[in-house]
């Protein structure tokens, strides 16, 4: 065998073991093999598909992570029309159901498929010929926005399918879900860089699938199951059948489903997963019934909205009364004030309720909250639970009204709420303990600076001991003013220090995420670094020049300006600098200038490529003073185009008169 039989044969070993893998780990949950093998193989197929791009394939395991930018999706027309499903929510409507389904076929007996209703966004995805084609969202039912980037990162979903009888072309419907535990990791990051946190799972998978970076959906680790399989000429009698050839074929199913042979025994199963719901990973508002026959689905047919042979059984969201004790205000990182009501203890959805958010001040007026109240309280989709209404019949004669606070509860200072804002801030930024606290937190944690031995309780007690007062104190901190703690020995002590030492190696783009400017997580860090190359760079631009930066729009622009425009964060940065932090991009990071051939020139890059890669190409057009765009504008110099290169891409260069190119014709103009 030559060489590039050889490599060929090794990609498609590579490929194979990889999905195979990935199906153990994502749909089986029983992974053969470590994280490490795992990503050693991994490595080993990106390494040759680096060295060999003719040999990439769109449906390559390794294009799994991301790294397409799309501004607008595109809004395509469904094949099939998405339709809902009818609600019910008591044991009467349900029966009312099966009584229509059986006087629409009658003298047959009917069974049906119990299934879990997943409480996330309803996506349709088209394969053909065994491949990952298109994914669509909902939409009005009739056409939906096409998100097939951002979907092929969800490790559970196969790109190519495992052999079997599938059709040549088919859709396959299904819900994207996030899982609690992802959901809660997500917001935690929100709230500390001071963006308001996703209300529910379902909302979180909704946002998380509109992001533009697919590289940064793949980071956020959606999960899909799916329900429901679309095509001509179907070769299966039953729906259970479809769902049985659908996992062979490598699709997530979930196996909490049941083929019922009585209503009865429906209700057993919306009974069972009723109180089982809290177990799962993730969340469920109901559960779906469908007819099992396929023949009798097309006997029974569709209403102008639904179709009559299914009904989905929708959870109530638990809820029960109370008394509100008390209401405390909670000063976060950032400053923002959270009232949350304190309640006396009460049983809902299987866990006990002591607090409830209240979010702002807003809600505590629209409640008209008072000490004491007897307060219905709502434990839904949401996992906090929240108030929904006071039973006025309850209220004392002198009860107090709950007034929202003035002044800080830790420090005092008088709050103030921003125009446009729900939120109130406690402005002493520098002094508020909690934001102090927070602040040295972030700094040093895992995903900033990630200095060992900052946990909670020391940074609590160098900051009361009056240790550190803020960031750039942990670098003033000496041996003997850790050592002057009881909890520190002399090992303990040289840690801290050996790790702040080593923090001042710390790349630029992690200082920058690191010193907490509201709005600016990792990724917009990370891009700002790469844009400005230097702290003084980003400090001297305005708002236009900011918002040139990709990902940076008009509120993250403005809050680097205020966060710039603050002396005390001024002194910050010189400070930091003064003990050797990194304020400039590494030289590996920066973009070495080729030439300047492309100045000027904004360039769109769509589909594969054989001399390199789409990344590859992306790095020469900045190395040579061009700008990368991600959608075709009349503003738009050429669109290059390699093989599969989008059609909606294509159409609007032509539209627009935009030069079409191959990759020939850019390495010849340069
Ligand atoms: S079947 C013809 N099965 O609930 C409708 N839907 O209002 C076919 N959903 O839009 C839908 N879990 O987003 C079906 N096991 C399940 C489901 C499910 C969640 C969602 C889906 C649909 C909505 C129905």
């Known amino acids: 065998m030559d060489k590039i039989s050889l490599v060929k044969a090794r990609v498609a070993e590579l490929t194979a073991l990889i ?4 199906f153990r780990y994502y749909n089986l949950s029983d992974p053969l093999i470590s994280d490490f093998e795992f990503d050693q193989l991994l490595n080993e197929l990106i390494q040759l598909e680096k060295e060999y791009p003719s040999l990439l394939e769109l449906d390559s395991p390794t294009q799994r992570v991301g790294g397409e930018i799309t501004k607008n999706f595109e809004t395509v027309k469904h094949i099939y029309p998405m339709l809902s499903l009818g609600n019910t929510y008591s044991e009467d409507e349900l029966k009312e159901f099966h009584e229509r389904v059986i006087k629409g076929i009658p003298d047959e007996k009917v069974e049906y498929v119990c299934e879990l209703k997943f409480d996330g966004v309803a996506i349709g995805i088209q394969y053909e010929n065994g491949k990952f084609k298109r994914a669509v969202t909902r939409g009005d039912g009739i056409q939906g926005d096409d998100v097939t980037a951002n979907v092929k990162t969800i490790r559970s979903l196969p790109l ?14 299904g819900e994207i879900i996030l899982p609690r535990a992802t959901f809660e990791r997500i917001n935690e990051e929100r709230v500390d860089i001071g963006e308001t946190p996703f209300a529910n799972p379902r909302n979180s998978a909704s946002g998380t699938l509109k992001l533009q970076d697919s590289s940064e959906v793949s980071k956020r680790k959606l999960d899909c199951f799916l329900y429901a399989l679309y095509g001509d000429d179907l070769p299966f009698l039953t729906h259970e059948d479809g769902l049985k050839a659908a996992t062979s074929w490598g699709f997530k199913v979930s196996n909490e489903r049941k083929v019922c042979h009585s209503i009865e025994e429906v209700f057993d199963f919306i009974n069972y997963w009723e109180k089982k719901r809290p177990d799962l990973p993730f969340d469920i508002d109901g559960v779906v019934i469908k007819v099992n026959s396929f023949s009798q689905q097309r006997e029974l047919g569709f209403t102008a909205k639904s179709p009559r042979w299914a009904i989905s059984f929708k959870y109530k969201a638990e809820s029960g009364s109370t008394q509100l004790l008390s209401v405390d205000y909670q000063v976060g990182r950032t400053g923002a004030i959270t009232p949350v009501a304190n309640l006396s203890p009460v049983l809902l959805a299987g866990t006990i309720v002591k607090r409830a958010t209240l979010h702002n001040q807003d809600q505590i007026e629209k409640l008209d909250l008072h000490v004491d109240d007897t307060v219905f309280v709502e434990k839904g989709g949401e996992i906090i639970p929240k108030i929904t209404g006071v039973d006025l019949s309850k209220r004392k004669l002198q009860a107090r009204k709950v007034e929202f606070i003035h002044r800080c509860p830790e420090c005092n200072f008088e709050l103030v709420r921003k125009e446009g804002e729900a939120q109130h801030y406690c402005p002493n930024t520098l002094m508020c303990p909690p934001q102090v606290k927070g602040r040295i937190e972030h700094f040093t944690s895992r995903k900033a600076m990630n200095i060992d031995g900052f946990g909670t309780e020391t940074i609590d007690l160098f900051v009361e001991k009056g240790l550190i007062n803020d960031i750039a104190d942990i670098y003033r901190l000496k041996k003997q003013d850790i050592l002057s703690l009881d909890r520190f020995a002399d090992k303990s ?16 783009e992690k200082v920058l995420f690191a010193i907490g400017i509201r709005f600016v997580g990792d990724t917009v860090a990370r891009k700002l670094a790469r844009h400005f190359v230097t702290i003084d760079e980003l400090m001297a631009a305005d708002a236009t020049k900011l918002m040139e930066a990709p990902e940076v729009g008009n509120v993250i622009a403005a809050s680097i300006l205020d966060f710039f425009a603050d002396p005390g964060n001024r002194n910050l940065i010189a400070s930091l600098r003064s003990y050797g932090l990194q304020f400039q991009l590494s030289p590996e990071d920066t973009p070495v200038k080729v030439s300047e051939k492309l100045k000027g020139v904004s360039i769109v890059i769509s589909g594969t490529f054989e001399k390199h890669s789409r990344e590859e190409y992306k790095k020469i057009i900045e190395q040579n003073g061009g700008k990368n765009a991600s959608g075709v504008t009349r503003k738009t110099s050429f669109l290059l185009a390699g093989a599969d290169a989008g059609p909606s891409k294509l159409e609007k260069a032509t539209e627009y008169g935009v030069k079409i190119i191959d990759e020939y014709q850019l390495l010849e103009m340069l």
């Open 493 to 508: 002590a040289n840690n801290i220090i050996d790790a702040l030492e080593a923090s001042k190696k710390m790349p630029f």
């Open 160 to 173: 190519r399918l495992k052999d079997g009888n599938y059709p040549a072309k088919f859709e396959i419907r």
């Open 19 to 22: 999905n195979d893998h990935n």
